[in-house]
């Protein structure tokens, strides 16, 4: 059984233009995306900017209503899924953690919101364990964001989402603006929570060597398409579609 399935999602937004924000027409974002993952493995969704890797990452978690299309986690649509039931089930991380944080917050109340652990002690225990998985000691819960580095709050953002306990996590370039020492840090964490926790990741990138990395399977976007994917390996020695080659080609030694 896979643990999600997505078939044949297609998602338009509209263009619009002047005071009164007319529509002058629209943008595919997606167009007839399908593609699975099993648990404990990571998926790496690949392509330059404006492709629809993003706009994929929000359509599995519900953020907006497709055009066409489902969407199943255990082989249930996520549309029979209340909100609350979702996200136990997938979360969502962002490249720019500082703004998914709220400023006026501690890190302990940021992390006990996302819980729905009934039971003081037993909510304190689940917070602290999963400040441990990702690598925090639990003496931070007073701080607050903006005491800590991009790499430290995108392990607080980690640990929001992991405080669910979801099935799965969609993480949307969550590298990208940190220095490459903190990058492979934090890949380490990604490897181990995959290895150790059977974490299934949904890694987001436009970074083919840190996802080829970390991925067992990848898929190429452009366009809102699928334009090829396969096994990692498979993928980065053999491609098949003069878009992929080139990415490769911007990264001379990825092989």
Same mark, same amino acid.
């Given at each position: 059984?896979?643990?999600?399935?997505?078939?044949?999602?297609?998602?338009?937004?509209?263009?619009?233009?002047?005071?009164?924000?007319?529509?002058?027409?629209?943008?595919?974002?997606?167009?007839?995306?399908?593609?699975?993952? *099993?648990?404990?493995?990571?998926?790496?969704?690949?392509?330059?900017?404006?492709?629809?890797?993003?706009?994929?990452?929000?359509?599995?978690?519900?953020?907006?209503?497709?055009?066409?299309?489902?969407?199943?986690?255990?082989?249930?649509?996520?549309?029979?899924?209340?909100?609350?039931?979702?996200?136990?089930?997938?979360?969502?991380?962002?490249?720019?953690?500082?703004?998914?944080?709220?400023?006026?917050?501690?890190?302990?109340?940021?992390?006990?919101?996302?819980?729905?652990?009934?039971?003081?002690?037993?909510?304190?225990?689940?917070?602290?364990?999963?400040?441990?998985?990702?690598?925090?000691?639990?003496?931070?819960?007073?701080?607050?964001? *903006?005491?800590?580095?991009?790499?430290?709050?995108?392990?607080?953002?980690?640990?929001?989402?992991?405080?669910?306990?979801?099935?799965?996590?969609?993480?949307?370039?969550?590298?990208?603006?940190?220095?490459?020492?903190?990058?492979?840090?934090?890949?380490?964490?990604?490897?181990?929570?995959?290895?150790? *926790?059977?974490?299934?990741?949904?890694?987001?990138?436009?970074?083919?060597?840190?996802?080829?990395?970390?991925?067992?399977?990848?898929?190429?976007?452009?366009?809102?398409?699928?334009?090829?994917?396969?096994?990692?390996?498979?993928?980065?020695?053999?491609?098949?579609?003069?878009?992929?080659?080139?990415?490769?080609?911007?990264?001379?030694?990825?092989?």
């Amino acid at each position: 059984m896979s643990l999600l399935s997505v078939r044949n999602i297609t998602k338009t937004f509209p263009v619009e233009s002047g005071v009164l924000r007319r529509k002058i027409g629209f943008i595919r974002a997606l167009n007839n995306v399908s593609f699975s993952i *099993h648990p404990g493995s990571v998926l790496g969704v690949v392509g330059e900017s404006g492709s629809g890797k993003t706009t994929l990452g929000k359509a599995v978690c519900r953020f907006f209503k497709l055009d066409s299309g489902r969407v199943f986690i255990e082989d249930r649509n996520i549309d029979l899924y209340s909100r609350l039931e979702l996200s136990s089930k997938v979360q969502m991380i962002f490249q720019d953690p500082f703004a998914s944080l709220n400023p006026k917050l501690t890190i302990g109340t940021i992390i006990e919101e996302a819980s729905d652990v009934e039971g003081k002690k037993e909510r304190e225990k689940l917070i602290k364990d999963t400040l441990g998985m990702v690598g925090l000691p639990s003496n931070i819960l007073l701080s607050y964001p *903006h005491q800590f580095s991009g790499g430290q709050r995108q392990r607080i953002a980690l640990a929001r989402a992991l405080v669910k306990k979801p099935k799965i996590v969609i993480a949307d370039e969550p590298l990208s603006s940190l220095d490459i020492s903190i990058q492979n840090q934090l890949l380490n964490l990604f490897m181990k929570l995959k290895e150790k *926790h059977l974490v299934s990741f949904i890694f987001i990138s436009h970074d083919l060597v840190t996802t080829s990395n970390l991925a067992d399977y990848l898929i190429v976007m452009k366009d809102g398409e699928i334009v090829e994917e396969g096994p990692t390996e498979t993928i980065i020695l053999f491609p098949q579609n003069s878009y992929t080659r080139n990415l490769i080609s911007a990264v001379p030694d990825i092989k």
